[in-house]
């Protein structure tokens, strides 16, 4: 099976020595050693903590940022390996969502010159065709055309975010990394962008990766979920496996912060409470890098790390004692 993104041993390596005299170089590990796929038409959740490399692995993605090691293959292409029109095409195939839809929009532009620019830049597009253009990609994220001349600092945030996701559709791209797109909203905001975007990749059969701190923020949109943990992926599966029953402690950990309406579910529902604070992924702990927060740690976890490894069919896990019971959380409630 060819995956649209298929990323294998993806490392990102910053340079954080100090001082020039010390011969001993001193690196924050953001993403270190990573595997996973993307199907076509499928969103894949990359949910953690900040300082967890999630953010790091997208913009990675987005040649944001050089990779120290690894490949990032799209479909079934190494990006690095490629140059000049070809870069420039495949990179167009690839777009981001920001979070804040704040600053990520050029305040002194015009609405239309926001979303105008992408196809300028790319297609030469002009005139009436360019016109046309973007007022369809206004219409189809919602916004009224008669916004084209206004600026960004006179809309609110979804709307902001809508001019956004128009301008991240102005390419057509077949993947679009969407970096906690709605965290900066209101709550209602929230899922009106939400629908927008499941509306958007069923029109246009687009695949996501959806970035979030939580959980709670993946559990609608995604087809698959990636838990990272200090530059490491613990654990990835469904949707559904991931939630119902949950391999890895940390995972247990998320789940369980996962706030339950129902009073009588509460009452039956196992918690393990995550102690403390992420470590500092400048200096993360030897063997496995969670056994210092995990419940369940025993001796062999401090000494040798966890690879991740196919715990069952499709679920993915990297800890010595897989959760055979792990309380998860019922999706649909
Ligand atoms: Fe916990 Fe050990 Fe599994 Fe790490 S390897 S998650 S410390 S049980
Ligand atoms: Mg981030």
């Known amino acids: ?50 300082g967890c490399g999630k953010s790091t692995t997208g913009n990675l993605i987005m040649q944001l940022l050089d990779k120290t090691e690894g490949e990032i293959l799209f479909e079934g292409v190494d990006l690095s390996t490629l140059k000049g029109e070809a870069l420039r095409k495949k990179r167009a195939e ?18 239309f010159e926001i979303i105008a620019e992408p196809l300028r830049t790319h297609q030469a597009a002009k005139g009436k065709k360019l016109e046309n253009q973007v007022y369809e990609l206004m219409e189809v994220v919602g916004l009224d055309r008669s916004y084209a001349r206004r600026y960004p600092h006179e809309f609110s945030g979804g709307q902001r975010q809508r001019i956004g996701i128009a301008r991240a559709l102005a390419l057509k791209p077949k993947l679009i990394i969407c970096d906690e797109p709605v965290s900066a909203l209101d709550v209602s905001i929230q899922s009106q962008i939400l629908n927008l975007m499941a509306k958007l ?9 959806f970035i979030a701190h939580g959980l709670p923020a993946v ?5 698959r979920v990636a838990v990272m943990y200090l530059g490491k992926i613990v654990e990835i599966t469904t949707k559904e496996k991931l939630f119902h029953q949950p391999f890895h402690p940390y995972t247990e950990g998320l789940l369980s912060a996962v706030p339950i309406p129902d009073p009588t579910l ?17 200096n993360p702990p030897s063997g496995c890098r969670f056994h210092t927060r995990c419940p369940y740690a025993q001796e062999q976890c401090k000494g040798e790390e966890p690879k991740l490894i196919e715990e069952k069919p499709d679920h993915f896990v990297a800890c010595h004692f897989p959760l055979k019971e792990g309380h998860g959380v019922l999706i649909d409630q």
Do not use: C
């Open 201 to 209: 990749q069923k029109d246009f059969q687009l695949t996501y990766i």
């Open 1 to 50: 099976e060819q995956y649209l993104l298929e990323v294998k041993g993806l490392k990102k390596y910053f340079d954080v020595s100090e001082g020039w005299l010390k011969k001993e170089k001193q690196y924050l590990k953001a993403v270190d050693d990573i595997d996973f796929y993307v199907k076509q038409g499928e969103t894949l959740g990359i949910v953690g903590e900040s």
């Open 266 to 282: 509460r009452e039956q529902k196992h918690r393990i409470i995550l102690e403390g604070d992420m470590p500092s992924p400048a």
């Open 94 to 111: 690839i777009q981001m969502i920001f979070q804040d839809p704040f600053s990520s929009l050029n305040p002194r532009m015009r609405v």
């Open 219 to 223: 559990k609608h949109i995604s087809d």
